[in-house]
């Protein structure tokens, strides 16, 4: 299990490495593989592509579909708009509360007028 721990978060040259030396998207790799053997309903993940090539997303996409074809729940925090577009529905939080519930396109739509909105207040 650790080989494909390692192995699935692309961290071989530095498998000897203390953890407290990696950085920020290793740890989050690092993460991410470890739950590949955790069967759960429900997935809470944070920006869980940060550190990682478009090689690395494609894997963790692969992985993240096979979950959500077995019925389980991914709850997945990123401001990356494109990897939104792989997801059934998306909400939208501002201030702490939601402002928007519905399908990706929509959803970006609406980040990003509210991103414009606040740029402008500035």
């Known amino acids: 299990m650790i080989r494909r721990v390692i192995r699935f978060?692309?961290?071989?040259?530095?498998?000897?490495?203390r953890i407290r030396f990696f950085?920020?998207?290793?740890?989050?790799?690092?993460?991410l593989a470890m739950?590949?053997?955790i069967r759960a309903d429900l997935y809470l993940l944070d920006e869980v592509f940060i550190?990682?090539?478009?090689?690395?997303?494609?894997?963790?996409?692969?992985?993240l579909n096979g979950w959500r074809a077995e019925?389980?729940?991914?709850?997945?925090?990123?401001?990356r708009l494109p990897t939104l577009q792989d997801f059934d529905s998306v909400i939208v939080l501002d201030d702490g509360g939601?402002?928007?519930?519905?399908?990706?396109?929509?959803?970006i739509e609406l980040y990003t007028r509210l991103r414009r909105e606040r740029g402008a207040e500035r």
Not at 51 to 63: A, M, W
Not at 71 to 79: S, Y
């Open 9 to 17: 978060a692309e961290l071989e040259d530095v498998k000897n490495e």
């Open 23 to 31: 950085s920020a998207g290793m740890k989050t790799r690092l993460s």
């Open 35 to 37: 739950m590949l053997d």
């Open 51 to 63: 550190g990682g090539d478009l090689n690395y997303r494609e894997k963790c996409l692969s992985v």
């Open 71 to 79: 019925g389980r729940t991914l709850l997945l925090a990123t401001h």
């Open 98 to 107: 939601v402002v928007g519930l519905g399908a990706p396109e929509d959803m």
